[in-house]
């Protein structure tokens, strides 16, 4: 189901770009998986929030990026699975939160 969609400001998406941040830094930070990160990324796409989620992917992208030339807390392979997650929701026409949880 989509909800309804809320026009997005520039300061909308500004409050919502530092939300992803601090999601991601908050699981990365614990041995998480990302799931309140992906789950923030599965609700933008339900709210048909596209570029936030895209904006959110390139964020991990250079997250990445950073973690090839240092990663002392060992955040790339979490980072890595996030990004091909929210990837796969973004490319996926039905995101569903069934498939957010990472299998055994």
Request: proline share 6%.
């Amino acid at each position: 189901m989509t909800t309804q969609r809320t026009p997005l400001t520039s300061e909308r998406r500004t409050f919502l770009a530092l939300k992803g941040r601090l999601l991601y830094g908050k699981y990365c930070g614990t041995d998480g998986q990302g799931i309140c990160a992906e789950n923030f990324a599965i609700y933008h796409l339900q709210r048909d929030e596209g570029e936030v989620v895209a904006e959110f992917l390139a964020f991990l992208e250079l997250q990445i990026a950073d973690l090839r030339r240092a990663d002392p807390e060992r955040r790339m392979a979490m980072t890595e699975s996030l990004a091909a997650r929210i990837r796969r929701h973004l490319e996926s026409a039905t995101p569903t939160p069934e498939d957010s949880w990472p299998g055994p």
